[in-house]
T-cell receptor
């Protein structure tokens, strides 16, 4: 079955460490997205990519970095520059045109 | 003003009743609209797209009012399993496939 896979489901890191969250899709979607969700809050866009080797900053890109070397993969690195990294991170993809988003099942990151 | 706004609720709904809530958006050039359902500590899942003429999917009805810039979701004959947070999503594709989420409306269906 086609879908989006995020790993790991739970991630714990010490403050000051960079950490990379994985996102892989086999839906053949061109566009991929990273969102952050804090408790009781909506989703905020971190980065998005419409095509391989190209990506754009979203509303809260500071402290994060991404790469899009393959159509199927869009990893997110949470750097030590991100002041409040503890959150629920959601990866999504969409097809061409006015297509809705399909989400992975998320990664819960806890930084202590 | 936020780009996309929703009443956070919660809307406490007796089982079997009807509930409706809106989502307002600020960009009059917005092109696509969706409703997602999110269960606690899970990823959002697409509930339905919202079409200009309105559309229905079983007990769920979505409407778009471009003049007043809002979309609505109505749930008939509420089930306990309808308890969730409902997120509206507004898309303006010319801005680089940017989709904006509302903060969500929490619905609690009670026996």
């Amino acid at each position: 079955d086609g879908g989006i896979t995020q790993s790991p489901k739970y991630l714990f890191r010490k403050e000051g460490q960079n950490v990379t969250l994985s996102c892989e899709q086999n839906l053949n979607h061109d566009a991929m997205y990273w969102y952050r969700q804090d408790p009781g809050q909506g989703l905020r866009l971190i980065y998005y990519s419409q095509i391989v080797n190209d990506f754009q900053k979203g509303d809260i890109a500071e402290g994060y970095s991404v790469s899009r070397e393959k159509k199927e993969s869009f990893p997110l690195t949470v750097t030590s520059a991100q002041k409040n990294p503890t959150a629920f991170y959601l990866c999504a993809s969409s097809g061409t045109g006015a297509s809705p988003l399909h989400f992975g099942n998320g990664t819960r990151l806890t930084v202590t | 003003r936020k780009e996309v706004e929703q009443d956070p609720g919660p809307f406490n709904v007796p089982e079997g009743a009807t509930v409706a809530f809106n989502c307002t958006y600020s960009n009059s050039a917005s092109q696509s609209f969706f409703w997602y359902r999110q269960d606690c500590r899970k990823e959002p899942k697409l509930l339905m797209s919202v079409y200009s003429s309105g559309n229905e999917d079983g007990r769920f009805t979505a409407q778009l009012n471009r003049a007043s810039q809002y979309i609505s979701l109505l749930i008939r004959d509420s089930k306990l399993s309808d308890s969730a947070t409902y997120l509206c999503v507004v898309a303006y594709w010319a801005a680089g496939n940017k989709l904006t989420f509302g903060g969500g409306t929490r619905v609690l269906v009670k026996p």
